[in-house]
Each structure stands twice: as C-alpha cells, then as structure tokens.
C-alpha cells in the first residue's frame, strides 16, 4: 500500500508541474501570436490549469472506472465551495462582487443542475451528444464573459493567475519545451495518479467512488487551496469567490464534456443521490451566504467547513 501511495503524490506533483509548464509554454505561444492577453487569461490559461483534472477523468473513464471520474469532478466542485472557500473565509473576509451574485453565481448553479438532469434519466449516463451539449454552453460562457471583460476594460488582474505566467517569452525553443514537457508531466502523471487511486481503492476496501469524492477530489483541489490560502493572509480575497465558481463550471462543462466525447461516463446510483445531491446543496446554500451583508466571513466559514466536514465523514463511514 506504501507503494501506491508514494505513486498517488508523485502522480499528483508531477500532474500539477505539468499544468503549470504547459500553461507557461501555450500562453507565451498564445501571445507570441498576438492574442490578447485577456483572451490568453480567460482560455489558454483557464484551460491548461484544468488540465491535470481533465487528464485524470480521460484516464479514469478509459480504464473503466467512471466513479473515479465523476468523483474526481463532483468531488471537487464541494470541495472548492466549502473547504476552500470555507478556510479562506476563516482567515479574511471575501467581499462579494455583484457579478458573483448575477452572473457567477446562476451559470454555477445552472450548470450542476444541467448535470444532475442529464445523469438522472433513464441510462443515468452522460454520453457524446450531452457531451457536445456541455462543449457548446462552455464556448457560449467563455464568449460572453471575454465580450463582458473587454466592455469593462478588464485585464488580467481579474483572472486568478500569475502575471508572470502569460507575459511573452522571447524564446521560441523555451516555450517549446515547457508545452512538450508540460504535456509529457500531464500524461504520466495522470497515469500514475489514477493507477495509484484505483490500488489504494483495492487495498482499502473501499469504493473507487469514495477514493475519487475523497483523495482524488482533494488532491486536485490542493493548489485551489493553497492560493487561497495566500490569497487571503495577504487579504486579495476579492476575486476568490468568483475564481471558485468559475473553475466548478469548468469542471463540469469543460471536463466532463470533453471526457464523454471520448467514452461514455456511467454514473452510479449512489453519485446521483448523494454526491450531486449535496453539489447541489453546497451550490444553493452559497447564495443567502453573498447576499447576507455581500461579504464572506468567520460565519460564513465555519458553516461551509461543519458541512464538507459531515459529508466527508458520511462518505467514508
């Protein structure tokens, strides 16, 4: 078991240096060709750091373990709405933008509940045509929020990412090289990491649903985590809220409709009734916490902490 789990966290270091690499490579690359910044923020970036979870449920959907996929997503879309933001809202209080409550906010919950409708029919699958379906919203999202974006003269301080990662770099060959590697990072890591999270499952006796709404769900929410964490010691909450949101709607729409255009993902019963349930729940309860004074604090973050603190243990129990 010592084995899996040395493999598990080099999975997991070598997925999260191969997103940086790749998004460092494709965004120098990007700008290299004249796109905007703006635009290089809202896609290129926005994709690359998505990209360990993407490879991750591409794996997991390939090796037969769709648990492990939708786990890994379901899984990180609670965690980053009730321990991220329920630990950043402990250390310092995050003002609510008004765009977090009229646009962040409804996409977010729209989408959750598009994906609770389609895994609740019949098949309780999600397959190429819905997959197509997530593709195409996500495309229709990104497109308003760039025309949004530019109208308010916004630039890349409202994007969660560092400066430095998408200034143009002057060397071709550099760039070329943190894509290949950055690629090369994404591929093993995922391999090793699923591999690793489908063994320890085996050794544990337990579900891969579990392993994937737990280890998998937190590992990849572990730099979410930690820049809100500095985020918030150095009191640059203002954005952390919107930034959650926006990476659950990419989850769901980006990750898990590109994953079922490659394979259908079959979702289990227990996924449906109570993982997406409780999404759902986290989701909704976010709304009454921005508008109560639109601030995020200490209550606000002991509330969001007691409830990822009981799901996680009703899951593991």
Known sequence: MLFNIVLLISGLFILILGGDFLVRGASNMALRAHISPLVVGLTVVAFGTSAPELLISIKAALAGSPDLTMGNV??????????VLGVTSLIGVIKVQTDSIKIDWPVTMGSSILLYLVIKGKEATIDT??????IVLLIIYTVLIIRKSRKENRALMDLDTDKNTIQASSNLWKDLVYIIGGCAGLYFGSDWFV???QELALNLGVSERVIGITVLAL??????????????IKKETDLALGNLMGSNIFNILSILGITSLIKDIHVSKAIIEQDVTVMLGVTLLILPLMLYKRSLGKLSGVILLIVYTVYTYSVIS
């Open 74 to 83: 379901v899984g990180s879309n609670i965690c980053n709405l009730a321990l």
């Open 129 to 134: 045509y819905e997959g197509v379906l997530f």
């Open 195 to 197: 591999g690793g999270a």
């Open 219 to 232: 590992g990849t929410s572990l730099p979410e985590l930690v820049t809100a964490i500095v985020a918030s």
